[in-house]
């Protein structure tokens, strides 16, 4: 069974487009509707149209795409997408793919018009920031009137493509009827996510004390200590709320911690960064008054601890969090509002707050929330900064629907996917949906989460800790990691932030060879990286009968997939398997 589909792997390898007759139909054992095993499409079947706008989820599509009532394989609620004219077209969800590998495409397709159409396909490869940089086209397919055929194509990903989508487009204006789309790569596919997931989510937070932003507050409180004080109190009781519902549901979170966060006190009066006075932190920036101009940045440090000063210093929890295992990262160390400051003042803050993390006994920062949700202004310079420093990822960026898209990293319209700071290929901005914790916002919240899944994306869930004060925000909150802690077994994978940006970037540095050997399909896997990595999860062309690893029986395997145990820096592994086809009807 092995080599039939070696056999045809093999000869889909030789056609590089092509048009083929298929009279029979797949039936493949059952799978969840919007992602099946070995096909990378979401909704290849365009069988979910949740909203009911008559086009398919996870599809866009232009003029004249709508859903139609022939399928190829008839059952409840099927649908194929009929494309009436030549302007019309539909496209996919990009799907995460591999430098160097092959993709093939299969579709069935129909007019009901006296005379054969055509259709053409077009790979439209993207690179880290979901930008096209390449599009391959098939040539024009004949589509035949009145019955179906299985139309392929395939193409290779370019050397810097990191993304796929596919479009599909008729050449005539008579209605083209497509449906069972399926796309594949070629050999053994390393999956982005681990642990069999599918999408990944972060929850993450804002964690300030009075003097880590809030005594330098933009809003219409301005300068008030006592305001200050009294939210800083907020933010203290609000992360113990927090991390009590974390650990209740067994998830780590992202802590994005101001300077003063990781600090038990000041009682020496240490004057940071020199005691500095910034003086672009102007009313004409945004600040209610100008007081900051000339008034050094931390003169209201009381010059005390934690226990005398529990509102201005949160050093006391650091090692709680930490010992519960979660991730605590910057929001800078004096709450600098990063796009005005210049790289030398960035840089300062960045490597005062890496000081007050080791002393707290924590790592050094990878990723950075900017401090009032604003990336605007970041100087090419300031990026550098990050870099030098080690960050791989920075969130919170500005993405406000009715602002300036200039200075847009994500467009407001896709905040599902992950993509890099424009000339920095190494430090990724990683989408976000503020969750204040309001009455109505766990409805839209579990939305968020569902659209994660369905778009095999990544995204987070954000609030100040003070958010997690009320018996409505706990409420709130209770319910959503609820929603999220339960839609594990759907595929969604939670961790932090910085955990999910750091193994994407080191999948990169996995290599996989794989070799037909008599009945088994041999695979080697070296892990390239200079730490370990768990849960690496594997694609097979087929359906898993049995699975070796280093000569033993394994049994960590699902349908098509399988996870390979921990493998440390520099450590190879060689699994063996025997696969089986999918079924077909005669």
Do not use: C
């Not at 810097?160 to 008579?174: E, F, K, Q, T, Y």
């Not at 800078?332 to 006994?361: C, I, K, M, V």
């Not at 960026?397 to 700071?421: A, N």
């Amino acid at each position: 069974m092995l080599h039939r589909i070696l056999l045809l792997l093999a000869v889909a390898g030789l056609l590089t487009v092509a048009g083929v007759a298929v009279w029979r139909q797949y039936r493949r054992p059952a799978l969840p509707s919007l992602y099946a095993h070995g096909n990378l499409l979401i909704n290849p079947g365009f069988q979910e149209d949740a909203d009911g706008d008559a086009r398919p989820d996870g599809w866009t599509s232009g003029p004249a795409a709508e859903l139609g009532d022939w399928t190829i394989t008839p059952e409840p609620g099927g649908h194929s997408l009929r494309l009436t004219g030549s302007g019309s077209y539909v496209r996919s969800a990009a799907i995460v793919v591999w430098p160097g590998k092959r993709y093939q495409l299969s579709l069935y397709a129909l007019t009901d018009a006296a005379e054969a159409n055509r259709l053409q396909v077009l790979f439209l490869w993207e690179d880290s920031r979901r930008e096209t940089i390449e599009r391959q086209a098939s040539p024009w397919l004949e589509v035949p009137a009145g019955q179906w055929r299985r139309l392929t194509s395939e193409a290779q990903a370019p050397a810097n493509a990191s993304g796929l989508s596919i479009l599909v487009r008729p050449a005539g204006d008579d209605p083209v009827y497509i449906d069972d789309l399926h796309l594949a790569e070629d050999g053994v596919r390393l999956e982005p996510f681990p642990d069999y997931a599918r999408a990944a989510l972060a929850f993450t937070v804002d964690w300030e004390t009075a003097m880590g932003g809030l005594i330098h507050s933009r809003s219409d409180d301005a300068y008030d200590p006592a305001t200050a004080e009294q939210r800083g109190l907020a933010m203290r009781e609000g992360a113990e709320n927090l991390l009590a519902l974390l650990e209740h549901y067994g998830i780590r979170a992202t802590w994005y911690a101001s300077g003063y966060s990781l600090l038990e006190g000041n009682a020496s009066g240490q004057a940071f960064a020199g005691d500095p006075t910034y003086t672009w932190a102007s009313r004409a920036n945004g600040w209610r008054n100008d007081r900051w101009v000339t008034t050094p940045w931390f003169v209201d440090d009381p010059h005390g601890t934690a226990q005398s000063y529990p509102a201005w210093y949160f050093g006391d929890v650091v090692s709680r969090l930490l010992a519960a295992g979660q991730d605590i990262q910057s929001h800078t160390f004096g709450h600098l509002y990063a796009g005005h400051a210049s790289p030398e003042e960035l840089r300062t803050d960045l490597q005062l707050w890496n000081d007050a993390a080791a002393a707290a006994g924590a790592p050094r920062a990878r990723s950075l929330a900017f401090p009032w949700g604003a990336s605007l202004g970041m100087s090419d310079a300031n990026y550098d900064a990050l870099e030098a420093l080690g960050y791989i990822a920075v969130t919170r960026t500005y993405h406000e629907p009715q602002g300036r898209s200039q200075y847009w990293i994500l467009p407001p319209d896709d905040l599902f996917h992950m993509r890099t700071v424009p000339g920095h290929p190494d430090l990724w901005a990683f989408p976000d949906h503020y969750f204040p914790g309001h009455a109505t916002d766990p409805a839209w919240a579990r939305e968020v989460v569902d659209r994660v899944l369905l778009e095999r994306g990544v995204t987070s869930l954000w609030a100040h800790t003070e958010e997690v004060l009320s018996a409505e925000q706990v409420a709130a909150w209770d319910e959503v990691l609820a929603y999220a802690a339960a839609r594990r077994d759907a595929g969604l994978w939670v961790a932090p932030l910085t955990e999910v940006v750091a193994y994407r970037k080191a999948l990169s540095r996995v290599e996989i060879n794989s070799e037909v050997k008599g009945e088994r399909l041999e695979v080697v896997v070296r892990n390239g990286n200079d730490h370990a990595l768990a849960g690496l999860t594997l694609t097979m062309p087929g359906p898993i009968q049995e699975v070796r690893l280093e000569g033993s029986p394994y049994l960590d395997y699902v349908l098509d997939q399988v996870r390979l145990p921990a493998l440390e820096p520099g450590r190879q592994v060689r699994l063996e398997a025997v696969l089986s086809a999918w079924e077909t009807s005669p």
